[in-house]
C-alpha cells in the first residue's frame, strides 16, 4: 500500500521502539518522514534508515517542538500527520505513596504537556492545508487500574485521553482528526528495561494478557498507519486500543 504517497509525518519518540516501527511503516507507505528525538544518534540513525529528517528535539521545549513542525513544513511543503509518541517510564515512578514530586512532574512533562505542545504546533500547519491526522500515543492503562501502579504515567495517559477526544471533536469540521492510540504491553526497549529490575512484576502483568504475549513494535505501528490514513477518515476523538484484548477480559485462557 501506498496510503501516504505526497504526505509528511513527524514522529517523536522515532529512534527507538515504537516511534522507530512507526517511521519504518509510514515511510514504507510513502511517506517522508520527520523524526524528532532527544537521542541524536538514534535519531540520525532512523531517519537515514527512513531517508527521512532528523531535528533534535527535546518535547517538554515549546521553542523546539515548534521548531520541529517548521522545519517539517519549510522542508518537506506541509504537516500531513502527527505521531505524538515520546515518553517515560522511569522506576521511581511506581506507588503513590513512594512518587515525589520530582518524579511526578517529570513524567507529566514528558508523557502529557508534551502531547499538548505538539498538537499546538502541528495543528496549526494542517488547519492551512485543510486537513490533517493526529495520532497520540496514551495506553490501556488510561482506561483501567493497576495494583502495580506507575501513578504519574498512568494519570498522564488518561490526560492524554481527555485532550486528544477535545481535540478531535474541535477541529473535526476543519478535516483534522485526532485519535489516541492506547497500546497494550509492548516489547520495546523501555519495557525491557522496566522489567528486567523485576521479572516477577513482568509476569504478572503478562499473566493478564489474553493473547498469552507482549505486542510487537511493528503491530502497533500497523495501527499507527491505519489511523493516520484516509482508510480511518470516519474516526476522530476515538479511543483506539491495541491490547491483545486485556482491556477486555475478566479471565484469560487457560
Known amino acids: 500500500m501506498r496510503r501516504f504517497d505526497g504526505r509528511t509525518a513527524v514522529i517523536t519518540g522515532a529512534a527507538s521502539g515504537i516511534g522507530l516501527a512507526t517511521a519504518r511503516r509510514l515511510a514504507a507507505e510513502g511517506a517522508r518522514v520527520v523524526i524528532g528525538d532527544v537521542d541524536a544518534g538514534g535519531g ?26 517548521d522545519a517539517a513544513a519549510t522542508t518537506c511543503g506541509g504537516v500531513d500527520v502527527a ?59 488510561a482506561v483501567m487500574g493497576s495494583a502495580t501502579s506507575q501513578i504519574s504515567y498512568t494519570a498522564a495517559k488518561g490526560g492524554v485521553l481527555a485532550l486528544s477526544r477535545e481535540l478531535g471533536v474541535q477541529f ?26 523485576d521479572p516477577e512484576r513482568a ?11 507482549f505486542a510487537e513494535p ?26 491483545g484484548g486485556i482491556s477486555g477480559a475478566y479471565v484469560t485462557p487457560l
Open 44 to 69: 540520525k540513525a532512523a531517519a537515514a534508515e527512513v531517508d527521512g529528517l532528523f531535528v533534535p528535539t527535546d518535547v517538554t521545549s515549546e521553542a523546539a517542538v515548534a521548531a520541529l513542525f
Open 203 to 213: 509476569q504478572r502483568r503478562l499473566v493478564h494478557v489474553p493473547s498469552g504475549r
Open 83 to 141: 505521531f505524538n509518541n515520546a515518553g517515560i517510564s522511569p522506576p521511581d515512578d511506581a506507588s503513590i505513596l513512594t512518587t515525589g514530586p520530582d518524579a511526578w512532574h517529570r513524567v507529566q512533562e514528558v508523557n502529557l504537556t508534551s502531547v499538548y505542545l505538539c498538537c499546538r504546533a502541528a495543528i496549526p500547519h494542517m488547519q492551512r492545508a485543510g486537513r490533517g491526522s493526529i495520532v497520540n500515543t496514551a495506553s490501556f492503562v
Open 172 to 197: 473535526a469540521r476543519e478535516g483534522i482528526r485526532v485519535n489516541a492510540l492506547c497500546p497494550g504491553p509492548v516489547n520495546t526497549p523501555l519495557l525491557q528495561e522496566l522489567f528486567a529490575a
Open 218 to 243: 511493528s503491530e502497533i505501528a500497523a495501527a499507527v498507519a491505519f489511523l493516520a490514513s484516509d482508510d480511518a477518515s470516519f474516526i476522530t476523538a476515538s479511543t483506539f486500543l491495541v491490547d
